[in-house]
C-alpha cells in the first residue's frame, strides 16, 4: 500500500503563491510519475503537472510558465511552486502516484489539499 499526505494549502490573494508538498510513504517502486491534479467544484479532475522518476515534466497549458513542479526521490517528496496564482486555480489538489509495477500500473491518490485565491 501506498499513503500520500498533501500540504500546504490554503487561502492566498490574486497574484500570490502557495507552495504544495506531497509525502509518499509505503511501498514505493523507483519506476513511478509523480504528479498534482486538481478539481473544482462542479467539474472534473484535471492534470496540473507531473513529474517522473528521472525528472521529466509535464505541465497544464493553464499553468505552463507559473507552476512548477520538483521531486526529491531520496525521500519520496514531491512539491508545486504556484506562483501568479489566479481565481481560476482555486480548486482542491491531489497528489497522485502511478507506478509501474511488473507491466502492471498502480494509482494513488492523496486526501487532497484546498487551494483558494480571492480575487
Known amino acids: 500500500q501506498v499513503q500520500l499526505v498533501e500540504s500546504g494549502g490554503g487561502l492566498v490573494q490574486a497574484g500570490g503563491s502557495l507552495r504544495l508538498s506531497c509525502s509518499a510513504s509505503g511501498s514505493i517502486f523507483s519506476r513511478n510519475d509523480m504528479g498534482w491534479y486538481r478539481q473544482a467544484p462542479g467539474k472534473q479532475r484535471d492534470l496540473v503537472a507531473t513529474v517522473s522518476n528521472s525528472g521529466r515534466t509535464n505541465y497544464a497549458d493553464s499553468v505552463q510558465g507559473r507552476f512548477t513542479i520538483s521531486r526529491d526521490s531520496t525521500i519520496n517528496m514531491i512539491y508545486l511552486q504556484m506562483n501568479n496564482l489566479n481565481h481560476e486555480d482555486t480548486a482542491v489538489y491531489y497528489c497522485?502516484?502511478?507506478?509501474?509495477?511488473?507491466?502492471?500500473?498502480?494509482?494513488?491518490w492523496g486526501q487532497g489539499t484546498q487551494v483558494t485565491v480571492s480575487s
Open positions: 497522485h502516484i502511478r507506478m509501474n509495477m511488473f507491466g502492471q500500473l498502480h494509482d494513488y
